[in-house]
């Protein structure tokens, strides 16, 4: 990867540390949750409400690194509006990326991409991936009518 989009990647980060999206708490959420990521102390809390089978809104709160503040910001600004089936979709490429895997080339992932450099860095995959596994845990417990706990990245 180029120096100049190292450099970028690091911009978009950045703009999602300092200025997190999502951040504004719901007066009904239809969805709860949080995570946490023990070996590196981030916590964060998740909102989402629904309209049928889309988010309509969403909240997201984390206190930790700058990486797992920015994958918050970024899944917040990515998955509103989207259908449920979409954000899963969404939330698997993630993950597959973060953990080495090939990205569809039919796959736009917008500032998400930034993401991809974090790879490199095995001790903060855990970090970006924070907001992603609370998400998809969230989604799995309503699935299946069980009550959700804190999720912890793995």
């Known amino acids: 990867m180029s120096d100049d989009l190292n450099n970028l990647y690091r911009d978009i980060l950045m ?23 023990p070996s590196c ?4 809390e998740m909102e989402l409400q629904l309209d049928g089978d889309k988010i309509k809104d969403i909240y997201v709160s984390c206190v930790g690194c700058a990486v797992s503040v920015a994958s918050g ?9 989207k259908t449920l089936a979409e954000v899963k979709k969404i939330a698997a490429v993630i993950r597959g ?4 895997e090939d990205v ?28 992603w596994t609370t998400l998809i ?9 069980a009550e959700i706990r804190t999720s912890t990245t793995e």
């Open 137 to 145: 845990d969230a989604l799995a417990a309503r699935e299946q009518g």
């Open 97 to 100: 990326m973060l953990k080495g």
């Open 73 to 81: 910001s970024m899944l917040a600004d990515t998955i509103k509006g």
């Open 104 to 131: 569809p080339d039919n796959i736009d992932l917008g500032d998400l991409e930034s993401l991809r450099g974090v790879k490199k860095f095995p001790v903060r995959i855990k970090c970006a991936l924070l907001s």
């Open 15 to 37: 703009e999602h540390y300092k200025f997190p999206r999502g951040r504004k708490k719901l007066e009904h959420a239809d969805i709860h949750n949080e995570g946490q990521n």
């Open 41 to 44: 102390g981030d916590e964060l």
